[in-house]
């Protein structure tokens, strides 16, 4: 995958660029309609079914101060987000924080990174440099936007995609759908 976390000439945690098509390996398989989706506001028109509608005219559009949260329940390895600097501007996450636990009593930064500019797909490892690498067992994930492009106070994230290894690693979900505030669908 061309977009990685850190390169040469790059601070660790910083992603520089991104990808226009979604790249998943063919060991590797989109699970985010198996988790349980929920994001701490959105406007109307912008809910977070809008994250997992496969149209990149679309994005869920936060409502009011930041942090703004996206919380997956389940395991993952991989996020993968699609967002555009050139669309959608002060609109863009500039920074973010992933956060795994059992559940919203138990969530623990796992790490921050900075996005500089994105246009494309950015991918977010959990854990080392591939999602086959090492386990982080969590049933819940909440990706929080800290900070926005331009000072920016509202946020746009146009598509979140979850590969996960099909031959490394069996799938476990938690059986627990949370919806809180805005409009969820898997």
């Not at 699970?31 to 994250?51: E, H, Y």
């Not at 146009?158 to 290894?165: A, C, G, V, Y």
Request: overall charge negative; glycine content about 8%; hydrophobic content about 35%.
């Amino acid at each position: 995958m061309a977009t990685t976390e850190s390169s040469e000439g790059e601070e660790e945690g910083k992603i520089t660029g991104g990808e226009k098509h979604l790249i998943v390996d063919d060991d590797l398989r989109e699970l985010g309609k198996k988790a349980a989706w929920s994001v701490s506001s959105c406007k109307p028109g912008n809910a977070v079914s809008c994250l997992r509608d496969d149209n990149l005219d679309t994005y869920w559009q936060s409502d009011g101060a930041q942090p703004h949260l996206v919380n997956i329940q389940f395991q993952k390895k991989l996020v993968a987000l699609y967002v555009d600097f050139k669309l959608d501007e002060s609109y863009t996450p500039s920074k973010i924080s992933i956060r795994a636990g059992d559940g919203f009593h138990n969530l623990k930064e796992i790490k921050t990174i900075e996005l500089v500019k994105p246009t494309g797909w950015a991918y977010l490892w959990l854990s080392g440099n591939d999602p086959r690498e090492t386990f982080v067992n969590t049933f819940m994930l909440q990706i929080a936007v800290l900070s926005n492009h331009l000072n920016g106070r509202d946020t746009h994230v146009r598509q979140i995609k979850e590969p996960d290894s099909t031959s490394a690693f069996p799938v476990y979900v938690k059986g627990v759908r949370y919806i809180l505030g805005c409009e969820m669908k898997s």
